[in-house]
């Protein structure tokens, strides 16, 4: 019972960080309905940019955070004005398109640059380090990335509810025409959305890359894990999202538990069931 017990613990943990791969997926396509096929690719490219800081600067891991934030969130405003507006419209498979390129982009020039062979950002103490809690060791990094998640969503949900940014975004969701008569730039907005969706984005992929190890071609899988926890609490809904990372994190965690091998598919097993039984996600956004 114990195991069990704690199977769960670290799957409630470890959904934190599958809530954090899938924030900015849901954010892009409550506000734009729009789906980035690279998003897998630019959290990899993420702990592969915190490698790098971390190398060649001999900085903190957690601090390369400040350096890689405000460069993602810069690097995805700049690409949503200058390259993703051109294509939004109501037909999706140019942007589909256009993001799958960026995904096999970015893979190849990660391969080229640093090999195909597997990393993983060393964290010092903060590897080993973990609190008890009961008979269970909650270690310092899965409650570092839950606690992460739970700021990183509520204060998203604050500045969609609280700010007058964050209220046009989800006007534009709901009626991006009718926010345009109004005066507010969508483009411009839209833009935004990428820019937070980037930054968080960054934030997953340097914990990412202290958590577990990472390669070129490992961004797949990322964006299959945020699919499933977007899909699996609601498309458009941030704490659906932190539900949806949960309910894949401790389907994995049981699984692991079972039998190591059937770690990765007690989770798909769980979203195909909730998808049969509840497609619309288990908890989808309400509209007006």
């Not at 640059?113 to 990393?119: K, P």
């Amino acid at each position: 019972m114990t195991d069990l017990l704690n199977a769960i613990l670290q799957g409630v943990l470890l959904g934190g960080l599958y809530a954090l791969f899938a924030a900015g997926l849901s954010l892009m396509f409550g506000v734009m309905r729009f789906v980035n096929l690279a998003h897998g690719d630019f959290i990899v490219a993420a702990a592969f940019g915190a490698l790098l800081l971390v190398d060649m600067l001999g900085l903190p891991p957690l601090l390369a955070v400040v350096i890689l934030v405000p460069a993602f969130a810069a690097f995805g405003y700049l690409g949503q004005r200058l390259v993703l507006n051109r294509v939004m419209g109501r037909d999706i498979m140019p942007g589909i398109l256009l993001t799958f390129g960026f995904s096999v982009m970015l893979q190849n020039l990660m391969l080229e640059g640093f090999s195909a062979n597997s990393r993983r950002l060393n964290a010092g103490w903060l590897d080993t380090a973990s609190l008890p809690l009961g008979p269970f060791q909650i270690g310092f990094v899965p409650l570092l990335m839950f606690t992460t998640a739970l700021l990183v969503l509520g204060g998203l949900g604050l500045f969609m509810s609280q700010t007058n940014t964050g209220r046009l975004m989800r006007a534009t969701s709901d009626d991006a025409q009718i926010v345009g008569l109004m005066g507010a730039d969508r483009r411009h907005l839209f833009a935004i959305a990428t820019a937070i969706a980037s930054g968080v984005v960054a934030l997953a992929g340097v914990l990412m890359a202290i958590k577990t190890n990472f390669d070129p071609s490992s961004g797949s899988i990322r964006l299959l894990f945020a699919f499933e926890a977007v899909i699996m609490g609601g498309l458009g809904s941030l704490w659906g999202t932190l539900a949806g990372g949960i309910i894949l994190g401790v389907a994995q965690g049981l699984g692991a538990a079972i039998d190591p091998g059937y770690q990765i598919l007690a989770g798909h097993v769980v979203f195909l069931i909730i998808l049969v039984l509840r497609p619309q996600g288990l908890f989808p956004r309400q509209r007006p």
